[in-house]
Protein backbone atom coordinates (compact mmCIF):
# COMPACT_ATOMS: atom_id res chain seq x y z
CA UNK A 1 0.00 0.00 0.00
CA UNK A 2 1.39 3.25 -0.77
CA UNK A 3 2.11 4.95 2.65
CA UNK A 4 1.76 8.44 2.37
CA UNK A 5 5.00 11.12 2.83
CA UNK A 6 3.92 12.76 6.51
CA UNK A 7 5.77 15.84 5.99
CA UNK A 8 3.34 16.92 3.17
CA UNK A 9 -0.16 17.16 3.79
CA UNK A 10 -2.20 14.44 3.07
CA UNK A 11 -4.78 15.25 0.74
CA UNK A 12 -8.87 15.02 1.89
CA UNK A 13 -10.88 12.24 0.63
CA UNK A 14 -12.86 14.33 -1.53
CA UNK A 15 -9.45 15.55 -3.47
CA UNK A 16 -8.60 11.80 -3.60
CA UNK A 17 -11.59 10.89 -5.56
CA UNK A 18 -9.64 12.79 -8.23
CA UNK A 19 -6.80 10.16 -8.68
CA UNK A 20 -8.40 7.35 -6.59
CA UNK A 21 -6.01 5.73 -4.11
CA UNK A 22 -8.53 5.31 -0.99
CA UNK A 23 -7.54 2.02 -0.87
CA UNK A 24 -4.67 -0.56 -1.70
CA UNK A 25 -6.39 -1.25 -5.27
CA UNK A 26 -5.06 2.02 -6.18
CA UNK A 27 -6.97 2.48 -9.55
CA UNK A 28 -5.92 6.34 -9.74
CA UNK A 29 -9.00 6.82 -11.53
CA UNK A 30 -11.03 10.43 -11.72
CA UNK A 31 -13.85 9.27 -10.41
CA UNK A 32 -15.06 13.09 -10.29
CA UNK A 33 -15.44 13.09 -14.16
CA UNK A 34 -17.34 9.46 -14.01
CA UNK A 35 -14.57 6.95 -14.01
CA UNK A 36 -15.03 3.78 -12.05
CA UNK A 37 -12.35 1.91 -10.16
CA UNK A 38 -12.08 -1.32 -8.89
CA UNK A 39 -14.79 -0.89 -6.86
CA UNK A 40 -17.45 0.12 -9.68
CA UNK A 41 -18.12 3.61 -7.88
CA UNK A 42 -17.25 7.39 -9.67
CA UNK A 43 -17.89 9.60 -6.95
CA UNK A 44 -21.92 9.85 -7.02
CA UNK A 45 -23.13 8.56 -4.13
CA UNK A 46 -24.67 5.35 -4.75
CA UNK A 47 -27.12 3.63 -2.10
CA UNK A 48 -29.40 0.85 -2.75
CA UNK A 49 -31.15 0.69 0.40
CA UNK A 50 -31.43 2.20 4.02
CA UNK A 51 -34.18 0.75 6.84
CA UNK A 52 -34.19 0.00 10.59
CA UNK A 53 -32.65 -3.21 11.45
CA UNK A 54 -32.93 -4.96 14.73
CA UNK A 55 -30.66 -8.08 13.74
CA UNK A 56 -27.18 -6.33 14.34
CA UNK A 57 -25.18 -6.79 17.70
CA UNK A 58 -27.22 -6.75 20.66
CA UNK A 59 -25.52 -3.24 22.00
CA UNK A 60 -25.77 -1.08 18.92
CA UNK A 61 -29.95 -1.96 17.80
CA UNK A 62 -31.84 -0.58 16.50
CA UNK A 63 -29.41 0.86 14.22
CA UNK A 64 -30.38 2.48 10.84
CA UNK A 65 -28.65 0.71 7.86
CA UNK A 66 -27.79 2.47 5.13
CA UNK A 67 -26.59 -0.21 2.39
CA UNK A 68 -24.04 1.69 0.39
CA UNK A 69 -23.01 -0.01 -3.27
CA UNK A 70 -19.51 -1.48 -4.04
CA UNK A 71 -16.60 -3.33 -2.49
CA UNK A 72 -12.81 -3.40 -2.64
CA UNK A 73 -13.13 -7.14 -1.92
CA UNK A 74 -14.32 -10.12 -4.09
CA UNK A 75 -15.08 -12.69 -1.27
CA UNK A 76 -16.54 -15.32 -3.38
CA UNK A 77 -19.34 -16.12 -0.55
CA UNK A 78 -20.76 -12.40 -0.52
CA UNK A 79 -24.54 -12.24 -0.68
CA UNK A 80 -23.96 -8.30 -1.00
CA UNK A 81 -21.66 -7.75 -4.19
CA UNK A 82 -24.11 -8.46 -6.88
CA UNK A 83 -26.91 -6.68 -5.70
CA UNK A 84 -26.19 -2.93 -6.01
CA UNK A 85 -25.68 -2.61 -9.49
CA UNK A 86 -29.03 -1.72 -10.61
CA UNK A 87 -30.55 -0.75 -7.31
CA UNK A 88 -29.53 3.00 -6.71
CA UNK A 89 -32.17 5.02 -4.22
CA UNK A 90 -32.42 8.76 -5.64
CA UNK A 91 -29.88 10.53 -3.37
CA UNK A 92 -27.88 12.47 -4.77
CA UNK A 93 -26.52 15.19 -2.53
CA UNK A 94 -25.21 14.92 1.20
CA UNK A 95 -27.28 18.14 2.23
CA UNK A 96 -31.05 16.91 1.86
CA UNK A 97 -30.10 13.39 2.77
CA UNK A 98 -28.81 14.10 6.46
CA UNK A 99 -31.97 16.40 6.65
CA UNK A 100 -34.03 13.48 5.54
CA UNK A 101 -32.75 11.05 7.92
CA UNK A 102 -32.74 13.63 10.68
CA UNK A 103 -36.56 14.15 10.02
CA UNK A 104 -37.01 10.71 10.09
CA UNK A 105 -35.50 10.11 13.57
CA UNK A 106 -36.95 13.12 15.06
CA UNK A 107 -40.59 12.42 13.81
CA UNK A 108 -40.82 8.71 13.62
CA UNK A 109 -38.31 6.34 15.36
CA UNK A 110 -35.24 7.22 16.94
CA UNK A 111 -32.31 4.62 16.22
CA UNK A 112 -29.52 3.87 18.96
CA UNK A 113 -26.73 3.70 16.08
CA UNK A 114 -26.78 5.00 12.51
CA UNK A 115 -24.45 2.42 10.37
CA UNK A 116 -22.74 2.88 7.24
CA UNK A 117 -22.38 -0.32 5.37
CA UNK A 118 -21.93 -2.03 2.09
CA UNK A 119 -20.99 -3.37 -0.02
CA UNK A 120 -18.25 -1.65 1.80
CA UNK A 121 -18.63 1.98 2.76
CA UNK A 122 -15.18 3.50 2.31
CA UNK A 123 -14.99 3.34 -0.99
CA UNK A 124 -17.52 6.40 -0.27
CA UNK A 125 -16.02 8.53 1.98
CA UNK A 126 -16.72 11.78 1.39
CA UNK A 127 -20.62 11.20 1.27
CA UNK A 128 -20.47 9.84 4.32
CA UNK A 129 -18.37 12.16 6.27
CA UNK A 130 -20.39 14.76 4.30
CA UNK A 131 -23.64 13.32 5.32
CA UNK A 132 -22.17 12.60 8.67
CA UNK A 133 -21.10 15.94 9.54
CA UNK A 134 -24.75 17.39 8.89
CA UNK A 135 -26.69 15.00 10.48
CA UNK A 136 -24.29 15.66 13.11
CA UNK A 137 -24.85 19.63 13.08
CA UNK A 138 -28.85 19.04 12.72
CA UNK A 139 -29.11 16.79 15.56
CA UNK A 140 -26.66 17.82 17.86
CA UNK A 141 -26.37 15.80 21.00
CA UNK A 142 -29.28 13.89 20.31
CA UNK A 143 -27.57 12.53 17.02
CA UNK A 144 -27.61 8.64 17.30
CA UNK A 145 -23.49 7.06 17.13
CA UNK A 146 -22.31 6.87 13.93
CA UNK A 147 -20.71 3.61 12.90
CA UNK A 148 -18.57 2.74 10.06
CA UNK A 149 -19.27 -1.13 9.18
CA UNK A 150 -16.17 -2.12 7.45
CA UNK A 151 -14.13 -4.93 5.78
CA UNK A 152 -11.11 -2.32 7.19
CA UNK A 153 -9.48 -2.54 3.31
CA UNK A 154 -8.71 0.97 3.38
CA UNK A 155 -5.89 3.34 3.79
CA UNK A 156 -5.42 3.92 7.59
CA UNK A 157 -4.47 7.65 6.94
CA UNK A 158 -8.88 7.96 6.21
CA UNK A 159 -9.04 7.31 10.35
CA UNK A 160 -7.72 10.91 11.03
CA UNK A 161 -10.42 12.06 8.39
CA UNK A 162 -12.91 10.15 10.26
CA UNK A 163 -12.37 11.41 13.69
CA UNK A 164 -14.66 13.76 15.19
CA UNK A 165 -17.29 12.45 12.38
CA UNK A 166 -17.43 8.79 12.68
CA UNK A 167 -18.23 7.32 16.05
CA UNK A 168 -17.37 4.39 16.34
CA UNK A 169 -16.54 1.01 14.59
CA UNK A 170 -18.23 -2.68 13.06
CA UNK A 171 -15.03 -4.40 11.96
CA UNK A 172 -15.14 -7.79 9.98
CA UNK A 173 -12.11 -9.94 10.32
CA UNK A 174 -12.17 -12.37 8.10
CA UNK A 175 -8.69 -14.32 7.92
CA UNK A 176 -5.43 -14.84 8.09
CA UNK A 177 -3.05 -14.51 4.88
CA UNK A 178 -2.38 -17.98 4.49
CA UNK A 179 -6.29 -17.97 3.38
CA UNK A 180 -7.00 -14.66 2.33
CA UNK A 181 -6.75 -14.86 -1.41
CA UNK A 182 -9.45 -17.64 -0.95
CA UNK A 183 -12.00 -15.72 1.55
CA UNK A 184 -11.11 -11.90 0.03
CA UNK A 185 -9.62 -11.92 -3.11
CA UNK A 186 -6.87 -9.72 -1.68
CA UNK A 187 -3.14 -11.13 -1.23
CA UNK A 188 -2.63 -7.96 0.84
CA UNK A 189 -6.04 -8.37 3.12
CA UNK A 190 -4.16 -8.80 6.39
CA UNK A 191 -1.03 -6.56 6.08
CA UNK A 192 -3.68 -3.62 5.10
CA UNK A 193 -6.78 -4.58 7.67
CA UNK A 194 -5.05 -5.19 10.46
CA UNK A 195 -3.04 -1.55 11.14
CA UNK A 196 -6.21 -0.10 10.56
CA UNK A 197 -8.32 -1.89 12.79
CA UNK A 198 -5.30 -1.44 15.52
CA UNK A 199 -5.25 2.49 14.77
CA UNK A 200 -9.04 2.74 15.06
CA UNK A 201 -8.91 1.06 18.47
CA UNK A 202 -6.19 3.37 19.60
CA UNK A 203 -7.73 6.85 18.53
CA UNK A 204 -11.39 6.05 18.84
CA UNK A 205 -13.48 6.38 21.83
CA UNK A 206 -16.85 5.20 20.88
CA UNK A 207 -17.87 1.65 20.08
CA UNK A 208 -15.92 -1.10 18.62
CA UNK A 209 -16.62 -3.94 17.55
CA UNK A 210 -14.95 -6.42 15.48
CA UNK A 211 -17.13 -9.97 14.09
CA UNK A 212 -15.12 -12.69 12.92
CA UNK A 213 -17.67 -14.82 10.83
CA UNK A 214 -16.40 -18.30 11.34
CA UNK A 215 -16.27 -20.16 8.08
CA UNK A 216 -16.10 -24.05 7.19
CA UNK A 217 -12.73 -25.68 7.06
CA UNK A 218 -11.10 -22.19 8.51
CA UNK A 219 -11.55 -22.93 12.39
CA UNK A 220 -7.99 -23.83 12.99
CA UNK A 221 -6.17 -21.71 10.14
CA UNK A 222 -8.14 -18.16 11.12
CA UNK A 223 -10.79 -18.60 13.81
CA UNK A 224 -8.52 -19.70 16.34
CA UNK A 225 -5.69 -17.38 15.33
CA UNK A 226 -7.94 -14.56 15.18
CA UNK A 227 -9.46 -14.93 18.46
CA UNK A 228 -6.05 -15.01 19.68
CA UNK A 229 -4.80 -11.87 17.90
CA UNK A 230 -7.78 -9.70 19.33
CA UNK A 231 -7.07 -11.05 22.77
CA UNK A 232 -3.99 -9.72 22.64
CA UNK A 233 -3.68 -6.59 20.79
CA UNK A 234 -7.42 -5.52 21.34
CA UNK A 235 -8.53 -6.62 24.69
CA UNK A 236 -11.06 -3.73 25.49
CA UNK A 237 -12.99 -4.62 21.92
CA UNK A 238 -16.10 -6.05 21.75
CA UNK A 239 -15.60 -9.35 20.26
CA UNK A 240 -18.34 -11.23 18.07
CA UNK A 241 -18.08 -14.07 17.12
CA UNK A 242 -20.81 -15.48 14.15
CA UNK A 243 -21.26 -18.91 13.74
CA UNK A 244 -24.28 -18.88 11.70
CA UNK A 245 -22.38 -18.94 8.24
CA UNK A 246 -24.00 -20.92 5.43
CA UNK A 247 -23.35 -21.00 1.78
CA UNK A 248 -26.11 -20.43 -0.40
CA UNK A 249 -25.01 -19.52 -3.61
CA UNK A 250 -27.19 -21.08 -6.29
CA UNK A 251 -23.95 -22.61 -8.35
CA UNK A 252 -22.72 -25.08 -5.64
CA UNK A 253 -23.88 -28.50 -5.75
CA UNK A 254 -24.66 -28.81 -1.93
CA UNK A 255 -25.13 -25.88 0.65
CA UNK A 256 -22.21 -25.47 3.14
CA UNK A 257 -22.10 -24.89 6.82
CA UNK A 258 -19.63 -24.73 9.75
CA UNK A 259 -19.89 -28.67 10.96
CA UNK A 260 -20.96 -29.42 14.68
CA UNK A 261 -17.68 -29.90 15.53
CA UNK A 262 -16.25 -26.44 14.14
CA UNK A 263 -19.22 -24.59 16.26
CA UNK A 264 -17.76 -26.74 19.38
CA UNK A 265 -14.15 -25.99 18.62
CA UNK A 266 -14.64 -22.18 17.95
CA UNK A 267 -16.89 -21.60 20.85
CA UNK A 268 -14.59 -23.13 23.10
CA UNK A 269 -11.94 -21.31 21.89
CA UNK A 270 -13.74 -17.95 21.93
CA UNK A 271 -14.60 -18.74 25.84
CA UNK A 272 -11.22 -19.76 26.66
CA UNK A 273 -9.94 -16.29 25.27
CA UNK A 274 -12.45 -14.79 28.26
CA UNK A 275 -12.95 -11.36 26.48
CA UNK A 276 -13.52 -8.99 29.09
CA UNK A 277 -16.47 -7.83 26.23
CA UNK A 278 -17.80 -10.20 24.09
CA UNK A 279 -20.69 -11.70 22.12
CA UNK A 280 -22.04 -14.97 20.40
CA UNK A 281 -23.56 -14.26 17.07
CA UNK A 282 -25.26 -10.62 18.19
CA UNK A 283 -25.83 -11.35 21.41
CA UNK A 284 -24.92 -11.67 25.32
CA UNK A 285 -24.83 -15.12 26.54
CA UNK A 286 -24.56 -17.74 29.30
CA UNK A 287 -21.51 -16.36 31.60
CA UNK A 288 -21.62 -12.71 30.44
S1 LIG B 1 -11.86 3.08 -3.57
FE1 LIG B 1 -12.48 2.09 -5.50
S2 LIG B 1 -11.64 3.39 -7.13
FE2 LIG B 1 -10.60 3.94 -5.22
S3 LIG B 1 -8.71 2.77 -5.16
FE3 LIG B 1 -10.27 1.59 -4.04
S4 LIG B 1 -11.24 0.23 -5.55
FE4 LIG B 1 -10.11 1.82 -6.67
S1 LIG C 1 -16.14 -7.41 1.93
FE1 LIG C 1 -18.32 -7.79 2.30
S2 LIG C 1 -19.39 -6.77 0.61
FE2 LIG C 1 -17.24 -6.95 0.03
S3 LIG C 1 -17.13 -8.81 -1.20
FE3 LIG C 1 -16.61 -9.34 0.93
S4 LIG C 1 -18.55 -9.99 1.91
FE4 LIG C 1 -19.05 -8.87 -0.01
Known amino acids: ?4 NSEFPIPNSKQRLQSCDLCPRQCHVDRTQGECGFCGNDATPRIYQHFMHLGEEITIVPAFIINMAGCNLTCPTCPERFRFASQRLPIHDAESYAQRLAQYFINKRM ?16 FILQTSEQLHKIMGNTCPQILLNTNGYFDANLLNEMKGTIDGFVFDLKCLPSCQKEITGAEDYWETVTPVILRAYQIFDGPYIVRHLVMP ?53 FMDAHFENC ?3 GSYFNGQ
Do not use: Y
Not at 1 to 4: G, V
Not at 111 to 126: A, N, Y
Open 217 to 269: GHTICCTRPIIEWCRQNIPRACFNLMTGFEDFRPERVATREITRQERENARQW
Open 279 to 281: LLD
Open 111 to 126: PKSLEWIGGEPSVQLP
Open 1 to 4: MKIQ
